[in-house]
């Protein structure tokens, strides 16, 4: 499809490329490329911008899992920044206080907080960069101010009340002089910047060597003064959530203290030429990889990227795939989750029987090796919404002014969304994150650190026994899914987006553009693309929706008519509106080299790739 309209080149170089969900942290990453940092340098800077210039996406205090390819090593990883519960966070805290989930918002749905943890530790072990180097570009923007791209501002519109009225100390971040910032104008983070230059402090003098300093860096965030801040703001402070009430935190000093990040080895599924990596059952990778191993028994391969036959197949897929989630995924160091039976070519081609020609509208997870599925008690989000204080948010980022529930539930006004970031540099080093959480909306700044904690325990259910079950140490389900995909035995994609529920839809149905229809990587993101609801929502307040396929309205009439006639509930949407894919590919250039490649989503105008 050389000959098809993209809105922006597929980038092809040598020397190394970078994609992103914004234009400034792939710039800042490319950055570090030209002056001989790695692909991990680059990332970690890339991924600290990018808390910066997307603090409504992500921050300082959320999480982010990793996956690359180390040339050194010659081998995928995993590095886990999904930080667990609070010891204090057990399911019969919250029934006490008449709760039949964990709030959206404020200090009570809070885990230890990942991503510094899993950037420093990257950093450290394959990264060749000094710390302060690697921050410095998010220092600056910190200090000097960056441009607020437009969902920042109706973000911190959306939840200004709040601010004023109950969260003053982000008040004082967000809301300078009192009023909502302009949004052509640069905005500061002064009180970030301070917190950085204090942890590097720290750092180079506790540290004689780079790894030594690294350390002192980590110690000084997780059993040091950062630490100290997060512990006392949220033993003293009361603050107002969805429960309609103000509640002090359960995160503690010693739960940071006891917690680094781990390197795992990912899920695998092979697939044609490719073996795609992904995070394991804590995060929602094997998604991906369910929908994939089901696909091979449905002649994926016969039917055109735009055609009721591609798009039918793919959501029955995904049906199957996301009730398995439910039934099944969790914490594999804390549940016996099947993942071998799940991932199963005999349990796919079993799954792939109960596809037909018309849409699902049950519930249908698997049974593997025999044994029953256990649901949650979906009934429960109706039940918190009579009684919860949805005033001034939920549990996702905002991005405009709330009505009532009564509006907004079946509006679907609240996107979630989150962030990504991919680089591969001419040693063939590959790195694909999606940093998460710390969301500036969705809980309360710490007043000497300037930034927010993830409310990642919201995925959590109160319900006995789920292996997506709340309990204290446990690492919750996230919907955060970077990926890898090897061809031929040799590394060659790292991919991944923004989207939650949507992360493991959009991608796969990328993936098979290129890697089944032989698109080139711009146009396989740019092709028309939807996702379907079919289940409980991961975040508060997990409202249920079945059997719904929102479209973009580029899709082909034809294909649009035969979906609703096989019985999908077709809800058509904006023409650019499915999708926030980054990609990057690396493969031999017949010299001894390496041709790598780059795509970045055009939707918002605010993804960019970038490489030479």
Known sequence: MSDSFTTRPEIRGTFGVVSSTHWLASQVAMSVLERGGNAFDAAVAGGFALQVVEPHLNGPG????IIFWSEREQRTRVLCGQGPAPKLAEPAYFRAMGLEQVPGIGLLPACVPGAFGAWLTLLRDHGTWELADVLAPAMSYARQGFPLVPRIVSAIIAVQALFREEWTSSADVWLPGGEVPDANALFRLPALARTYARVIERAEAAGTTREGRIDAALDAWYDGFVAEAVDRYYRETAVRDTTGERNTGLLRREDMAGWRPAYEDPATLDFGRYTVAKCGPWSQGPVFLQQLSLLKHLDIGAHAPDSFGFVHRLAEATKLAFADRLAWYGDPERHDVPLAQLLSNDYARERARGVGATAATAL???SPDGRPPVLPDTG????????????????????AQLPPVAQWLPREIFVGDTCHIDVIDAQGNMVAATPSGGWLSSSPAIPELGFSITTRLQMSWLDEGLPGGLQAGKRPSTTLSPGLALRDGKPYMVFGTPGGDQQDQWTVAFFLRHAVHGMDLQSAIEAPSWHVDHGPASFWPRTTVLNRLTVESRMPEATLAALREAGHEVKVGGPWSEGR???????????????????????????????R
């Open 581 to 611: 894919i980054s990609v990057c590919t690396r493969e031999p250039d017949g010299q001894g080299g390496l041709l790598l490649r780059a795509g970045a989503n055009p939707r918002g105008m605010q993804g960019y790739a970038v490489g």
């Open 380 to 399: 429960v989000s109706a039940r918190t919404l009579t009684t919860a204080d949805t005033r001034y948010g939920v549990g996702e980022p905002t991005f």
């Open 62 to 65: 959320g999480e982010v899992p």
């Open 364 to 366: 249908q997870p698997g």
